[in-house]
T-cell receptor, first 112, second 114 residues
Framework: ELKVEQNPLFLSMQEGKNYTIYCNYS?????LYWYRQDPGKSLESLFV???NGAVKQEGRLMASLDTKARLSTLHITAAVHDLSATYFC????????????WGAGTKLIIKP | DTEVTQTPKHLVMGMTNKKSLKCEQH?????MYWYKQKAKKPPELMFV???????INESVPSRFSPECPNSSLLNLHLHALQPEDSALYLC?????????????FGQGTRLTVV
């Protein structure tokens, strides 16, 4: 059974600092997604990572994938208040038959 | 057009009511999904339609009834719901198969059962 673990589940940080959210998964994956969710809102696609060593960047966010370690990271550089949200990773595997298997989410609060 | 459109955005219904949630996409995606999300939790998969056929039903109670009239539309019919069914209901679509296929989510319907 494919399991996805995120940590930390809650993160409070100051503006201008760097931090990393981790996403571990238990079996081989075909795709790994990162999503952002603001309170009461839907899910916004941030990144999809397909292959070992994949790195994608958008603004202050950078995501990477290590399929050998079954680990993805979401790195936040010089955080700003607008990045406060809950971040989910989700893994899609041929074994999961169209299902995205979700991490529990990381609630990120960035204080001005 | 890279949108998944859901209606209504908000719905309040009584336990004896019948209502429907609607979802539409025009990206040519052939997989469509219904998810339920409670506060502070990740989305829970309810149903998957692939090429307009129901391929996954995650042991959802029969008071939820999905329908896929064509490749662009997905409905969720609601009947005799319980207060614990109050949640954010999300529709998503993607292209089946491998590759950089995003799962696009609609804006959701906030459902309150009273």
């Amino acid at each position: 059974e494919l399991k996805v673990e995120q940590n930390p589940l809650f993160l409070s940080m100051q503006e201008g600092k760097n931090y990393t959210i981790y996403c571990n998964y238990s079996t081989t994956s075909d795709r790994l997604y990162w999503y952002r969710q603001d309170p009461g809102k839907s899910l916004e696609s941030l990144f999809v990572l397909l292959s070992n060593g994949a790195v994608k960047q958008e603004g202050r966010l950078m995501a990477s994938l290590d399929t050998k370690a079954r680990l993805s990271t979401l790195h936040i550089t010089a955080a700003v208040h607008d990045l406060s949200a809950t971040y989910f990773c989700a893994v899609f595997s041929m074994d999961s038959n169209y299902q995205l298997i979700w991490g529990a989410g990381t609630k990120l609060i960035i204080k001005p | 057009d890279t949108e998944v459109t859901q209606t209504p955005k908000h719905l309040v219904m009584g336990m004896t009511n019948k209502k429907s949630l609607k979802c539409e996409q025009h990206m040519g995606h052939r997989a469509m999904y219904w998810y339920k999300q409670k506060a502070k939790k990740p989305p829970e998969l309810m149903f998957v339609y692939s090429y307009e056929k129901l391929s996954i039903n995650e042991s959802v109670p029969s008071r939820f009834s999905p329908e896929c009239p064509n490749s662009s539309l997905l409905n969720l019919h609601l009947h005799a719901l319980q207060p614990e069914d109050s949640a954010l209901y999300l529709c998503a679509s993607s292209q089946p198969g491998t590759g950089e296929s995003w799962a696009f989510f609609g804006q959701g319907t906030r459902l309150t059962v009273v």
